[in-house]
T-cell receptor, first 114, second 115 residues
Framework: GESVGLHLPTLSVQEGDNSIINCAYS??????FIWYKQESGKGPQFIID?????DKRQGQRVTVLLNKTVKHLSLQIAATQPGDSAVYFC?????????????FGKGTTLSVSS | EAGVAQSPRYKIIEKRQSVAFWCNPI?????LYWYQQILGQGPKLLIQ????????DSQLPKDRFSAERLKGVDSTLKIQPAKLEDSAVYLC?????????????FGEGSRLTVL
């Protein structure tokens, strides 16, 4: 089964609002996490990553929060824009596997209305 | 810098036929991955190469799927014979290093429809 999952399959927000997308992971030994954005017909695109020795990391309009106690990851998007509409995946490094491959959750579809 | 290139973008075949997908990773990237993404789901790893060696193929259905990465650069993924449940987007990704941290760069994917 999936070791990384998301709480909600869909999220609808108004343009300009802040969005929060959540993810729960099951492998407490995972030490690296990434958020990807996937637009229709395209491959996943990197948004932001975080290592397990951090609990917060900020990028341009995005913030990732990591709570290792409850194995929870979230992506915050400030001032959401229509161009942010896409499917968002969290992923963790599969340390039980040999190598550096990522394990992906099922995704949350973000819809932004103007 | 050129991204990960994949072809064909779309392929429609009958069940029991064969199909092959090609991937050219970002220049200099040592690690190459093939993922399968079924509609509505997240990508699932099929196989990972480091240079021209296989690192992980534990989730590759080896009775019908095969992949190779000759000379440690381009890679091909083959399905023979195809089943209806193989309908999916096949994503190729590459990464620079071989450590446990690092971004994977994805191609646009090859969408397979099996009728």
């Amino acid at each position: 089964g999936e070791s990384v999952g998301l709480h909600l399959p869909t999220l609808s927000v108004q343009e300009g609002d802040n969005s929060i997308i959540n993810c729960a992971y099951s492998n407490s030994a995972s030490d690296y996490f990434i958020w990807y954005k996937q637009e229709s017909g395209k491959g996943p695109q990197f948004i932001i990553d975080i290592r397990s020795n951090m609990d917060k990391r900020q990028g341009q309009r995005v913030t990732v929060l990591l709570n290792k106690t409850v194995k929870h990851l979230s992506l915050q998007i400030a001032a959401t824009q229509p161009g942010d509409s896409a499917v968002y995946f969290c992923a963790e490094n599969g340390i039980e596997q040999a190598g550096t491959a990522l394990i992906f959750g099922k995704g949350t579809t973000l819809s932004v209305s103007s | 810098e050129a991204g990960v290139a994949q072809s064909p973008r779309y392929k429609i075949i009958e069940k029991r036929q064969s199909v092959a997908f090609w991937c050219n990773p970002i220049s200099g990237h040592a690690t190459l991955y093939w993922y399968q993404q079924i509609l509505g789901q997240g990508p699932k790893l099929l196989i990972q190469f480091q240079n021209n060696g296989v690192v992980d193929d534990s989730q590759l259905p080896k009775d019908r799927f095969s992949a190779e990465r000759l000379k440690g650069v381009d890679s091909t993924l083959k399905i023979q014979p195809a089943k209806l449940e193989d309908s999916a987007v096949y994503l190729c990704a590459s990464s620079l290093g071989t450590g446990t941290f690092g971004e994977l760069f994805f191609g646009e994917g090859s969408r397979l429809t099996v009728l």
